[in-house]
């Protein structure tokens, strides 16, 4: 079974553009999450989605972002007009859906964003 | 409020235990975990512990966790080459039906041969 995937695997942009990343999550995976890590701190939570709808989006820094999850299939994170502070790892994460407790969360290999 | 702390870098030697440690400030947690990333692959998790358990092991890996200090720590027995990694640790408050992970800033491994 394929594991979460994500695209691109790296990205170089200029200040002031625009940036859209992609991740796949498990299939029959209703929950998907973004997070990201910047400059080797900790990984930060942005945001959750079940299915096409968003449960929790308290990590969104700000309006530059964008997440969509038409269909309940793959989500993208789009970042418009990028700036210096986005850059770092962009990692997504999915899990199945259960009523009880503890939910693993399964992680891609990230997007490396990086703003010139 | 939510806060993770973890040391930057640990060095072993291969055969060696290898302890690494944390802290946290949230005592609502319910699930704490320990994650691995190798370097160019995502987080691997490793293994969790439920909040009202002092202790788990599996195989080479124990994880010990002290409430009262809210510090939590991964041992890893007969350190390989092989587990040269970075190690987070994070915590959930899955009763509040929040799904977030709340991560530290990573523990960098280096097994020396």
């Known amino acids: 079974e394929a594991g979460v995937t994500q695209f691109p695997s790296h990205s170089v942009i200029e200040k002031g553009q625009t940036v859209t990343l992609r991740c796949d999550p498990i299939?029959?995976?209703?929950?998907l999450y973004w997070y990201r890590r910047v400059m080797g701190k900790e990984i930060k939570f942005l945001l959750h989605?079940?299915?096409?709808?968003?449960?929790?989006e308290s990590g969104m820094p700000n309006n530059r972002f964008l997440a969509e999850r038409t269909g309940g299939t793959y989500s993208t994170l789009k970042v418009q007009p990028a700036e210096l502070e986005d850059s770092g790892v962009y990692f997504c994460?999915?899990?199945?859906?259960?009523?009880?407790?503890?939910?693993?969360?399964?992680f891609g290999p990230g997007t490396r964003l990086t703003v010139l | 409020g939510e806060d993770v702390e973890q040391s930057l870098f640990l060095s072993v030697r291969e055969g060696d235990s290898s302890v690494i440690n944390c802290t946290y400030t949230?005592?609502?947690?319910?699930?704490l975990y320990w994650y691995k990333q190798e370097p160019g692959a995502g987080l691997q998790l490793l293994t969790y512990?439920?909040?009202?358990?002092d202790m788990k092991q599996d195989q080479r890996l124990t994880v010990l966790l002290n409430k009262k200090d809210k510090h939590l720590s991964l041992r890893i027995a007969d350190t390989q080459t092989g587990d040269s990694a970075i190690y987070f640790c994070?915590?959930?408050?899955?009763?509040?039906?929040?799904?977030?992970?709340?991560f530290g800033s990573g523990t960098r491994l280096q097994v020396q041969p």
């Open positions: 512990i439920f909040s009202n358990m």
């Open positions: 299939s029959g995976h209703d929950n």
């Open positions: 994460a999915s899990s199945q859906d259960r009523q009880t407790s503890y939910n693993e969360q399964f």
């Open positions: 989605f079940v299915k096409e709808s968003k449960q929790d």
């Open positions: 949230d005592s609502s947690s319910t699930y």
């Open positions: 994070a915590e959930s408050m899955e009763d509040t039906g929040r799904r977030a992970l709340t």
